[in-house]
């Protein structure tokens, strides 16, 4: 099963340009998480924001959260060409010990 | 961090012929892993979820005695795949997470399993 959906599906920009990526989820959470995963390769946990939280940061990643309206949105600033990757919001149930269930992620091309 | 290492990276097999896909956490237990499958230019879709010392509960649409699932030991999941098909070609990933309240999920570097 999938949570929802994310936007855009696939996004093209040049170094030094802002991404943002969608996510928008379905059941009510405990937490959300963003994932990048580069082609044919595992996962790499970016970000964790908690239910209760509204925004975090880190690095260059910014991260919002709105329970209200069930979505969050990832940004990255001044993009490299490292950054291009496919990138997925997780959302973790209010369940103890339960799995992650992903999003349709969003494919990032960031031109040099 | 945690380390999750999963193995084959890749695999290729015969049809009718039967692969195990091994995930194992290095540094810490685990009661519980998930396995989770990506088609390409997909998302990852939650298989079963493999609990230590019982069955595995699987996902509507996942076949339990197609995706066979052990977790042995608290380290320790395998996923076998019996009497393979070229559908079930596909990127085969492990996760666990260490339950302390609110965590990340670890993930292992995925098997990717081609069948000929």
């Known amino acids: 099963s999938q949570q929802g959906e994310e936007d855009p599906q696939a996004l093209s920009i040049q170094e030094g340009e802002n991404a943002t990526m969608n996510c928008s989820y379905k059941?009510?959470?405990?937490?959300l998480q963003w994932y990048r995963q580069n082609s044919g390769r595992g996962l790499v946990h970016l970000i964790l924001i908690r239910s209760n939280e509204r925004e975090k940061h880190s690095g260059r990643l910014r991260v919002t959260l709105d329970t209200s309206k069930k979505s969050s949105s990832l940004l990255i600033t001044a993009s490299r060409a490292a950054d291009t990757a496919s990138y997925f919001c997780a959302t973790a149930l209010n369940q103890a010990g339960t799995a992650l269930i992903f999003g349709k992620g969003t494919t990032l091309s960031v031109s040099s | 961090g945690a380390v999750v290492s999963q193995h084959p990276s890749r695999v290729i097999c015969k049809s009718g012929t039967s692969v195990k896909i091994e995930c194992r956490s290095l540094d810490f237990q685990a009661t519980t892993m998930f396995w989770y499958r990506q088609f390409p230019k997909q998302s990852l879709m939650l298989m079963a979820t493999?609990?230590?010392?019982?069955?595995?509960?699987?996902e509507q649409g996942v076949e339990k005695d197609k995706f066979l699932i052990n977790h042995a030991s608290l380290t320790l999941s395998t996923l076998t795949v019996t009497s393979a098909h070229p559908e079930d070609s596909s990127f085969y990933i492990c996760s666990a997470r260490i339950w302390q309240g609110d965590t990340e999920a670890f993930f292992g570097q995925g098997t990717r399993l081609t069948v000929v």
């Open positions: 493999s609990n230590e010392g019982s069955k595995a509960t699987y």
């Open positions: 059941t009510s959470i405990n937490n």
